[in-house]
């Protein structure tokens, strides 16, 4: 598992040119051939705190898992973007967590 502050890839356009990509993403866990992307929040009360977190993972445009993990007890739930939001509680206790 990694940590980053500043998550930098690359990716080919169609036309061959090679385009960065940068965003702040608190881990990056690699495993074999999958990744997943963690945000952490020691809580998220209302919307404006849930956009600033979820954005980062939002710039990511391809199709490993992204999650978003908060000291707050919530339902597990995905939004309309695929993130997954989970309590720390069940991230910890669940050891089937990164597979949901």
């Not at 356009?13 to 495993?31: P, T």
């Not at 600033?52 to 993972?57: S, V």
Request: charge should be negative.
């Amino acid at each position: 598992m990694w940590m980053w502050e500043s998550f930098l890839w690359q990716k080919k356009k169609a036309n061959g040119k090679i385009s960065y990509k940068q965003a702040e993403v608190d881990f990056v866990c690699n495993l074999g051939s999958r990744r997943c992307y963690i945000q952490s929040a020691y809580s998220i009360p209302d919307e404006a705190k849930r956009s600033q977190e979820i954005r980062p993972l939002e710039k990511i445009d391809d199709s490993f898992k992204k999650i978003v993990i908060t000291g707050d007890i919530i339902p597990t739930n995905y939004d309309d973007h695929g993130i997954l939001t989970m309590g720390i509680w069940d991230f910890l206790l669940d050891s089937n967590a990164l597979n949901l």
